[in-house]
């Protein structure tokens, strides 16, 4: 299955071995997923053995889930981030929260639901969990610190039915799994499945944990997943299928709604995926704990490539394997060349009102270099002298207007200036004008 090097494979299966043996996991799983391919699977423990067919619960990566089909209504108009709660659960006494803070943890709810500790018992329906909605869930007023509350991603569930008129694992089945090939994604468990544990810190025997159906809170940590097809929710993750969700919508939850670490600025969540920098490269993803089990995906997206994990004891607690899963995506991205894209020729000139806005242009004396990219329909602004800025990017936006999609003019307009003889002789670029001399004027 490996297409990494030798050295890193190598490394990967080291780093995997050593976690289930300090975490004294019975059975741990990580892959690595490279430009939409489960590239490598690593594997330790022996109960059971794993294999990349085998179910663990996957916790909180749920919540990724519920959140893009929360964005996939939003795309269809059928609701707005910015609406309060209440707009769609009236009188629960919590609804001052946004569905835009209550995605990214900002809503200030507290973390769990009233009743049992919902993850280890059979949890009620949305009736019950409404009727135990009072003021005094709110910790924080809304945006004023990081909090995070499975209990928002309950009341998210409870919109997406209110919005549709159906469950959240109807929706759930029909606009994810089904498209995305994810067969193996399920509510409950499905052999061939891993048994989730607690370790005795003492003397190393298991103890099952129950597989509880959690009712109205499933769509903040119900679902079962395997290797495969977690793999597959990564890629998806990192360059997703249009027809799923917009590649920009997608790129949209990935802007930090809050900063969780104020101190070092590590870590942060959007709308549904947590934000974790390491160095200078950003990941986004989540982590995944339910009695007996723990999870974790984190993908790069620039590299299209990522990491998914799975134990089956909560021994290794989320947040081991989530840095467990960090170490091993950091590694291969140092360690392993980047996937190069074959060049391929134009099969045709672009038009006369494109080509006339190629080659270069001046202001204040710094030179650029706009460029055509026939495949993205994109113009592309680079920077010569100094050299080493983010490229712009431009997309048509109208007749003689571009609009900016990347880089410091993202969302600004462009306009073609023209002298009398309908030459395009400037660029007014949100008021800078660029020009073909670096001496001259429009």
Known sequence: MSLLLPETTRRV??????????????????????DGTLVH?????????PHA????????????MTAVLVLQLRDAGQLALDDPLERYLPDTGVGTPTLRQLLGHAGGLQ?????????????????????????????????RVYHYSNLAYGLLG???????????????????????????TTYQATEPFARGYVVHPWHGTLREEPRTDTGAMAPAGQLWSTPTDLARWAAFLADPDPAVLAPDTLTEMCAP????????????????????????????????????????????RPTRTAVIGFANSYGLRAGSIGGLGERLLTGVLDTEPAPVRPWRPATAPPEPEIAELCGRWWW??????????????ELVC??????????????????????????????????????????????DIATFVFTRDPEGSP
């Open 158 to 184: 409870a919109v997406l039915e209110r919005v549709t008129g159906r469950s959240w694992w109807e929706l759930l089945h029909e606009r994810l799994l089904t498209p995305l090939g994810m067969t193996r």
């Open 257 to 300: 709604v809050v900063i969780s670490d104020l101190d070092s600025w590590r870590s942060g969540h959007g709308l549904g995926l947590a934000l974790y920098r390491c160095g200078d490269r950003v990941y986004v993803g989540h982590g995944g704990s339910m009695p007996g089990y723990v999870a974790t995906v984190a993908v790069h």
């Open 364 to 377: 204040m004396g710094r030179e650029y270099e706009i460029t055509w990219m026939p495949d993205s329909g």
């Open 111 to 143: 973390r769990e639901p009233d009743g049992e500790w919902w993850e280890r018992s059979t949890g009620g329906d949305l009736t019950a969990l409404l009727a135990g909605l009072t003021p005094t869930k709110l910790a924080y007023p809304p945006h």
């Open 41 to 49: 699977l690593a594997t330790a423990g022996t109960t059971p053995e």
């Open 382 to 427: 680079t920077g010569l002298r100094p050299a080493g800025a983010v490229p712009w990017r431009f997309v048509r936006d109208g007749d003689g207007r571009w609009r900016g999609r990347a880089g410091m003019n993202d969302g600004e307009v462009v306009t073609v200036l023209r002298d009398p003889a309908g030459t395009a002789v400037a660029l």
């Open 53 to 64: 067919d085998l179910q663990y619960r996957i916790g909180s990566i749920s919540k990724t």
């Open 13 to 34: 299966d080291a780093l995997v071995a050593e976690a289930q043996t300090t975490g004294l996991a019975p059975s741990l799983v990580a892959g690595i997923v490279r």
